[in-house]
């Protein structure tokens, strides 16, 4: 791993010294604030890597609150106790303890990044996840003479932790974010930022390749540099046929790398990100973050003259078509071995609900509407959380009682789903459901957005596959008609997909890597209302097919 300040150093196949969560206070927008950060710093030290390299990191947590990490979109082949999710694949680590992770990056390259898995701890620990192809590879595009990382982030005026823990006692929505932020920096289009906003070099002439991570919390953004074509050629580590665009849209958990040719007037161009907001009539963030991608040779201010870089046109913060068009434009480079003869069949339901409160439950705690508490669900099921045991570890073991395997393939009742939903559907059923899956059983989800309370864009996110996106598309969807719009030629390989607002995605792949694998919404918020499934995946033949013996350091609960 490349780190100027070598902190965090991880050696091919070998050890290499600790990440240490820690709290640090934190000074944007004139507030210092403490909260937790990996080292000290917000974001998280880049941990650089190739196509190949096998990591051992040790996680250390010096700080007052648990946390696990995970390491979005890896694979993570047979090596499920590393993945991370808290409860799914293993215990938090409690203050004082300590966990390693050892995994291997095999057949991935591009971007991809690590961050908290464990309440809204992610809101200041995460990272990039750079991965160059093998040693004596190359890129399928000509090498850019740069490289750079833009990591999109939320910034909130009081502790993240607190701010979830509030809305779970009051049963309502979260405080929205105070500020957008680009590499930890919310730029100088707000209070108290003008000194620290984040500067990408370059210069006349250069064509650079530009990653950028969407690790929101809770928001769609919209992403754009002034005066500039983006090309993207890569998402989720994955390579793509590249197209040419102003404006790229990533939902909380997604990768895109763009190329960016440097043939502007040498000056400082604004590199700006605000909210998509899908779901009609919530509360959004909507400030909008900047960066300032300066040429070297562009010329000073004159003393004493402030001189704004110039401000890229950004979509409306509704403008879905904007959003549907930078998603549906994905392809592979090449024809894909996509997954055909279908052993598992399922649809999914994904979206909000209200849970009506006791009639002896004070006001305090039932703050959404009509006194309610909000939830979310798949498939009318409100995924929960273990407590005493991983079901990783629960489904290793043996041990009984700690999850069913009967989340359903299918809603329980058919519905309109998009449409004017019986409020007798608003209210799904809790519990820690997982669906079974053998292992080399090739798997087809729609996955379909509803209209419960409020219709909203959702990133899902499946661990340890990626998967194949063959179509999306609004409304509910019909079989008898939409499956001539799949894509089985070309279709694009990702690790989170956009589920329309009001609409359906449908996803394949392969059973092919044994452990418990939580599909949920990225937006933290929808998480912990329980958007949410697992799919436990049992073990081939053979040694490459079957999950590793837990590691002796694993946390217990």
Known sequence: MKSSKRDWITQRDGYGESPLVQETKVTRLCKTQTVM??????????????NGDSLVINVVNRAKDNVTIHWHGVRQITTAWADGPEFITQCPIR???????RFTISGQEGTLWWHAHSSWVRATVYGALVIRPKLGDSYPFPKPTRDSVVILGEWWNANPLDVIRQAMRTGGA????????????PGDLYNCSSKETTIVPVDSGETNLIRVINSALNQQLFVSIANHKLTVVGADASYVKPFTTNVLMLGPGQTTDVLITADQPPARYYIAARAYASA???????????????YKTAPCPAKGVASKPMLPSLPAFNDTATATAFTSSFRSPKKVEVPTDIDENLFITAGLGLNQCPPTAPASTCQAPNNTRFTASMNNVSFALPSNFSVLQAHHHGVPGVFTTDFPAKPPVAFDYTGNVSRSLWQPIRGTKVYPLKFGAKVQIVLQGTSIFTAENHPIHLHGYDFYILAEGFGNFNPATDTSKFNLVDPPLRNTAS???NGWAVIRFVADNPGAWIMHCHLDVHIGWGLATVFLVDDGIGEMEMLQQPPADLPVC
């Open 174 to 185: 979260p405080n929205i974010s105070d500020a957008y932020t680009i590499n930890g920096q």
């Open 95 to 101: 203050p004082g303890g300590s966990y390693t992770y």
């Open 37 to 50: 950060t990996v080292n000290g710093q917000l974001p998280g030290p880049t941990l650089e890597v190739n």
């Open 499 to 501: 589920l329309p607002v």
């Open 280 to 294: 009609q009539g919530a509360p959004f963030d909507n400030t909008t973050t900047t960066a300032i991608l300066e």
